[in-house]
Structure formats: C-alpha cells, structure tokens
C-alpha cells in the first residue's frame, strides 16, 4: 500500500521562508509531486522530482530523498497569496495518491 | 490548448438519489482519473479510464462508476447517494504514464 505524511497546519510571515515535509511509504515509485491548491479551487501543479536533489523553480525548491522516502517543498519570499494547502502525491504502481494536504497561512 | 472542463460546478442532492457528473479532458490527453476530496482533506482516488476501460480502482463502492467515451471525456456515477458522499469531485487528465495531471475546478456536491 501507500502511506503519505505531511503536516496539517503551518504559519509563516509575510517574506520568511517556509520548508514543507512531506514523508512516504510506497510499494513502487514513479516520482513525487507537488500541488498547491486554493480552497474550493482545484490543485496546481508545482514541481516534479524523480530522482534525488533540489529542483529550484522561482521562489519554489522541492527536494527528494529516495532512500528516506522523504520529500520538502521549500516556499522562499512569502506572499500572502501562497496561502493555499499543499499537497504532496506520490505516482508509483497507480495514479497520484495524495496526501491529506498542508494549509498554510502566511501573516503579515 | 483546452484545459480540464467539469460540469455542474455545483449541485445538490438528496440522499437516496444517483448523480451524474462529467469531465471534458485536456486535448491530447486519453487518460481521465477521478478523486473524491472531502473538507480539509487530500483528494482520494476513485478509478481511472484509459482507451474506455477502466485502468484501476481506489477503495470505493460498487454505487461508484464511470465512463469514458471515444473522445476521452468521461462520467462519473454515483448510486444511491449517502451523506458522506458530500465533497469536491476532481477530475484529472493525463497521458498514460501518470504524469503531468491536469486538473479540472471540480464539482462541488451536497448530500442532503
């Protein structure tokens, strides 16, 4: 089966840096990905990984670690328009299987 | 290039009735996946289409089906409706190689 952990809650302020871990537990393995949804809206793709190290996109990093099992997503120059959930998904031997999701809200 | 198109965006429905709920997918896209996403939670999988078959099943009811038509647009049934059946139905579409999902804005549906 697969297992995906990721906290539920975080707050961070307005252009901090804010690092969003995500740990998972698969029978196979196709990559890691990040979405960020706004509430009532649907998720947005962020960043992919398949093999380990930091992928840098803009102010969003997303970082892999096979052998952990363990993933981040790495938010730097916090808008208040990045408040949203997170969520992480993993695709191994089925389509994405999604985490609970991480809300985060960014304060002033 | 389309994007992910779901139809209604919201609906109502009393518990006992069916419900149809339908996704035009992303041009050149022949794979649709559905997910159930409850308040406050992570979308669940609910099965996936590819070339009009269904090509994997999550932890749903049989009152749970769907369709996909020659054009990749699919349908997502639900029998016999219950309380907790209340939640964003996303649909996603995507090659056949699970990656690069495209989401559509979801139905919102209210059992009451």
């Known amino acids: 089966g697969q297992n995906i952990d990721q906290p539920t809650e975080m707050t961070a302020t307005e252009g901090a840096i804010v690092q969003i871990n995500c740990t998972y537990q698969?029978?196979?393995?196709?990559?890691l990905f990040w979405y960020q949804q706004h509430a009532g809206e649907a998720p947005t793709f962020l960043s992919y990984?398949?093999?380990?190290g930091l992928e840098e996109k803009g102010r969003f990093s997303s970082f892999l670690s096979r052998s952990k099992g363990y993933s981040y997503l790495l938010l730097k120059e916090l808008q208040m328009k990045d408040s949203a959930s997170y969520l992480c998904?993993?695709?191994?031997?089925?389509?994405?299987?999604f985490g609970k999701g991480t809300r985060l809200s960014v304060i002033a | 290039e389309t994007g992910v198109t779901q139809s209604p965006t919201h609906l109502i429905k009393t518990r006992g009735q069916q419900v149809t709920l339908r996704c035009s997918s992303q041009?050149?896209?022949?794979?649709v996946s559905w997910y159930q996403q409850a308040l406050g939670q992570g979308p669940q999988f609910i099965f996936q289409?590819?070339?009009?078959?269904?090509?994997g099943r999550g932890n749903f009811p049989p009152r749970f089906s769907g369709l996909q038509f020659p054009n990749y647009s699919s349908e997502l049934n639900v029998n016999a409706l219950e309380l907790d059946d209340s939640a964003l139905y996303l649909c996603?579409?995507?090659?056949?190689?699970?990656?690069?999902?495209?989401f559509g804005s979801g139905t919102r549906l209210t059992v009451v």
């Open positions: 996603a579409s995507s090659l056949p190689d699970n990656y690069g999902y495209t």
């Open positions: 698969t029978s196979g393995f196709n990559g």
């Open positions: 990984n398949v093999l380990d």
């Open positions: 998904a993993n695709s191994g031997n089925t389509p994405l299987v």
């Open positions: 041009s050149g896209h022949n794979t």
């Open positions: 289409y590819y070339r009009e078959e269904e090509n």
